[in-house]
């Protein structure tokens, strides 16, 4: 890809509406553009990351032997209806009628539908366990959009539901899940995400985790044990504890959002003392932090195969209800988060799983002839190597070329100028800081392969 014909404007200013730096880099470096209040497009670097990150999931969620399927993001009411939800959902589901005047809802999660899709095939035993997933739009009118693309109205998700015949087979598969989630979030270049045990709230069941990545930036409270290691959402504790420690959280991001406003950046640590016993160890050991909450999954039990009355007949000619388990990860949050986990003031430090371009390539003085025969042979060669650059060949200053390359994020960037090639060489950096070397023209193509194999 040339950089001289990529879609999107990258620009300097931090827009003013931007509470945590994800979400401006992500406007900054033309990633996204606003539509309206919690609703964004994407361009091809975003893109270019999401389709990424798919892929690691599909990868994951296929050697647990899921089966995509594609589910429809306009439902009948009716679905709805049999489990219950289309009245004990409030707002955030957006209800609407068709030209027939048949009450349709938005998809914003699909148990419900998936339950519809197996209901049948489901019928007997021999055919259980299984799990069907989906990469899919989803919508849920969000009363506070925020963040950018951590909390928005129309987002794209991976949801899988899983169904069995006993609540043990449910909570292995369950286990198996979980640590899938480990394996994605490591991939996706952040190892460091936590699970914590969570409140299932409106999803209902009984056993849930919370995938979360700790950051100043997060929404969610989090309660981390120093002492043994245990992390729970601070929802799952008794509420005056809860209520006290929410005010406190909300100060203390208030001031994090403020500081981050006059000192250009965000990072104050969030951590605070929470008054209250650790339930794992019984230590006062409990350290309040923010996180983002990057995916969740839940033991759904019953509540949706039976409200939906899919049966199976068992070995024993008896009819049962199947018991499920549901698996969420929001894609466009996954990219902000590994965003917020990687980036410094000039823009993200993309890891080289999700990156959207591994090689960042600046003809410095394009118009110099020796310098773009150079350039264009290196992304020629490169090209051909199935490695994805971008080629940044514009007459523009070596200034504007290497903070645009900040904002793209590339994990490496070959720099050829008219002073490198007057020593037969050009110049091979890291994004991160990590090396910068020169290396001959002639070896560029072999050293690029050698740090990607
Ligand atoms: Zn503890």
Redesign the pocket.
């Known amino acids: 890809m040339k950089l001289s014909r990529l879609i999107g404007e990258r620009f300097k200013e931090r827009p003013a509406d931007c509470v945590i730096d994800s979400h401006a880099l992500m406007l900054r470096g033309g990633y996204m553009k606003y539509v309206a209040n919690g609703i964004y497009s994407s361009y091809l670097p975003l893109r270019r990351i999401t389709r990424r990150i798919e892929q690691i999931i599909r990868e994951e969620m296929d050697a647990l032997d899921g089966q995509e399927v594609q589910l429809p993001v306009a439902l009948p009411a009716s679905l709805w209806e049999e489990s219950g939800r289309y009245e004990s959902v409030g707002q955030e589901l957006l209800r609407f009628s068709d030209r027939n005047s048949s009450p349709m809802v938005l998809g914003m999660t699909h148990e419900e539908a998936a339950v519809a899709l197996v209901r049948d095939y489901g019928s007997t035993y021999s055919r259980y366990p299984f799990m069907i997933y989906q990469i899919q739009t989803k919508f849920r009118d969000e009363l506070r959009p925020r963040a950018g693309l951590i909390r928005v109205r129309e987002f794209t998700m991976k949801d899988a539901y899983s169904f069995h015949t006993s609540k043990e087979d449910l909570n292995d598969y369950y286990m198996k899940c979980h640590a899938a989630y480990g394996r994605i979030f490591a991939r996706a270049g952040i190892p460091e995400v936590v699970s914590v045990a969570s409140d299932s709230g409106m999803m209902g069941g009984d056993i849930s985790h919370e995938f979360m990545l700790l950051t100043p930036a997060g929404e969610d409270s989090v309660a981390c044990?120093d002492?043994?290691g245990?992390h729970a959402n601070i929802e799952t504790f008794p509420a005056d504890i809860r209520h006290n420690s929410s005010a406190a959280a909300d100060m203390q991001q208030d001031k994090t959002r403020s500081s981050a406003e006059s000192a250009g950046a965000p990072g104050c640590d969030d951590g605070r003392f929470l008054n209250a016993v650790?339930p794992?160890?019984g230590?006062h050991?409990l350290i309040l932090r923010r996180g983002i909450e990057v995916g969740n999954i839940f033991q759904l039990g019953q509540k949706y195969t039976a409200s939906m009355h899919m049966t199976y007949v068992d070995k024993d000619g008896s009819v049962k209800i199947p018991v499920m388990g549901c698996y969420g990860i929001g894609i466009g949050r996954l990219a902000a988060s590994v965003c917020e986990a990687h980036h410094d003031e000039h823009g993200p430090i993309w890891p080289v799983s999700i990156a959207p371009w591994k090689v960042h390539l600046c003809a410095v003085r394009a118009d110099h002839a020796e310098v773009r025969q150079t350039a264009d042979l290196l992304y020629r060669q490169l090209t051909d190597a199935r490695i994805d650059v971008i080629y940044d060949d514009r007459p523009v200053r070596a200034g504007i070329m290497f903070s645009d390359a900040d904002l793209i994020g590339a994990p490496v960037r070959i720099i050829v100028s008219p002073r490198n090639l007057a020593e037969g060489c050009c110049e091979i950096a890291a994004r991160d800081g990590s090396f910068q070397k020169k290396t001959r023209v002639e070896q560029v193509r072999e050293a690029i392969e050698a740090l990607f194999s």
Request: aromatic fraction near 12%.
């Open positions: 044990c002492a043994c245990y650790c794992s160890c230590r050991a």
